[in-house]
């Protein structure tokens, strides 16, 4: 499975660098990102009703047949995009900067020695870390930390997805609507980053002293609120520095963004068992998450990487 989903962002990131006019580019972005957790809400809700009613092997069955439906209808709706071609740095940058020649396309290499490349892997990484120790460590806290079953908390437990998937949306044409008012699209970016990063850090901070399971969840889905708007900051940038490699340059960011899954899961529990204290656990986090939003906002860019030398 993870090596059939490797492919899925980079595919979007470079088709919709194609298809999606520059001044719609977070909106898109973010619609399509939004089908994570809202995805995620209809197999939390549907699974056990299979699962009771099927059997656990259905749960499989079912959703792999969605996958082919989905890949079959998909075949016919891309074959109306391969004509489409909206050259997004057509006139302007997509930074509003003079166009960048993009005809050499840059190595790996190349991309990483530059400080903007960085800056979208830095926020990638801390990102990252934040949810999954916010939703992947969320029913643990609430059964180990907390005392109380996880099952317990019933169909509120979906609320942090809720909340995604709404203002994964809302920033998403937020900052769309401020660059299409001529605002500077980097101070987008870095301005929708800060919100994300200290809504985050915030929620991290406080999360440790809910005194409840529902409290948490609660403070949880606020956090998730003011996080989606990472949607039009580092999550667009890709595209507006690298337009014609957006998905090489989403490819190698999330490849680092992978490692707070794995190291991120260890270095939590460690910290849980050395002290005993989930307010660590966050506080790391939040650490973490300040780090990478000024790292983000100090070194981030709009300028296309094929500009400022080729490989």
Not at 140 to 155: M, W, Y
Request: hydrophobic content about 50%.
């Amino acid at each position: 499975m993870g090596l059939g989903e490797a492919v899925t962002f980079p595919s979007i990131y470079s088709l919709f660098a194609r298809i999606v006019p520059a001044g719609q580019v977070s909106g898109a972005l973010a619609t399509s990102t939004s089908g994570i957790p809202l995805g995620t809400v209809v197999a939390l809700l549907l699974t056990p009703l299979i699962i009771i009613h099927l059997g656990w092997e259905w749960s499989f069955y079912l959703y792999g047949a969605m996958g082919i439906v989905w890949c079959l209808a998909w075949k016919k709706v891309v074959k109306a995009a391969d004509s489409i071609d909206v050259n997004v740095n057509e006139e302007v940058g997509t930074c509003g900067e003079e166009p960048a020649q993009q005809s050499v396309k840059m190595s790996t290499k190349a991309m990483l020695s530059r400080a903007s490349v960085w800056a979208i892997i830095m926020a990638t990484f801390s990102n990252n870390w934040t949810l999954y120790v916010l939703l992947a460590w969320l029913p643990t806290f609430v059964t180990s930390g907390l005392g109380v079953e996880f099952s317990s908390v019933g169909i509120f437990s979906v609320a942090p997805y809720i909340v995604s998937f709404i203002f994964l949306n809302v920033a998403g044409k937020l900052a769309d609507h401020c660059v299409q008012r001529g605002i500077p699209v980097r101070r987008v970016r870095v301005a929708m980053q800060v919100v994300s990063g200290l809504g985050y850090t915030i929620t991290l901070l406080v999360v440790g002293h809910a005194g409840s399971a529902v409290e948490a969840i609660a403070i949880i889905s606020i956090g998730c609120a003011f996080g989606a708007c990472s949607a039009g900051g580092f999550g667009a940038n890709h595209i507006d520095i690298a337009p014609r490699q957006a998905g090489t340059l989403l490819g190698i960011a999330n490849t680092f963004g992978t490692l707070p899954g794995i190291v991120g899961v260890y270095v939590s529990g460690a910290i849980l068992q050395a002290t005993n204290s989930w307010t660590m656990v966050f506080t790391t986090a939040a650490v973490i998450m300040v780090v990478g939003t000024v790292f983000y906002c100090c070194l981030a860019s709009c300028d296309e990487l094929a500009g400022s030398g080729r490989a």
